[in-house]
C-alpha cells in the first residue's frame, strides 16, 4: 500500500460513469487493480521499470510519485492531451465512449469570499 496523497476534490470530479481504470487503460497500463485502498501499478505516462504509481479506484484517482501526473480521470486527460476541461470531456465521450454528464462544479469564488468593510462589520455587529 502506498501513503494516501491529498485528493481532496478528485472523488467528485466525475461522476462514476468515467472511471480512472478505464482512462489509465487507454494511456498503456496493462493492468489496473480494483479494490478498496490505494495499490502501486506502473505508470503509463513515462517509462517505469517498478511501481511507481498508485491507483485508488474508490475514489477514482491516481498518481505517480516520479512523474507530474495524477489526479481523477479528467484531469489526466486534460494534462495528457493538453486540452481544457471541456475538450477533455468531449474526447472522454469520443474516444473512450464513456458519458461524463454530471461533472460537479467547484464552490464559486464569490461564495468564498469574506465580506470586507461596511459589509462585514454589518455582519458582526449584527
Known amino acids: 500500500m502506498l501513503d494516501e496523497p491529498d485528493t481532496e476534490g478528485v472523488a467528485e ?13 487507454h494511456y498503456g ?8 485502498g490505494w495499490h502501486t501499478i506502473k505508470c503509463p505516462f513515462h517509462e517505469d521499470s517498478t511501481n511507481s504509481a498508485g491507483v485508488n479506484t474508490g475514489v477514482n484517482a491516481f ?3 516520479a512523474c507530474p501526473y495524477s489526479g481523477g480521470p479528467i484531469s489526466l486527460i486534460m494534462r495528457k492531451e493538453s486540452i481544457g476541461k471541456v475538450e477533455a470531456i468531449e474526447f472522454a465521450r ?6 461524463v454528464s ?8 464569490s461564495s468564498q ?6 459589509e462585514r462589520w454589518k455582519g458582526i455587529l449584527g
Do not use: F
Open 102 to 109: 454530471h461533472i460537479q462544479r467547484s464552490v464559486s469564488k
Open 94 to 99: 469520443q474516444v473512450l465512449g464513456t458519458s
Open 113 to 118: 469570499r469574506r465580506p470586507l468593510g461596511r
Open 29 to 36: 497500463a496493462d493492468t489496473v487493480p480494483e479494490g478498496i
Open 63 to 65: 498518481t505517480c510519485h
Open 13 to 25: 470530479e466525475a461522476k462514476p460513469e468515467l472511471d480512472i481504470a478505464t482512462v489509465l487503460r
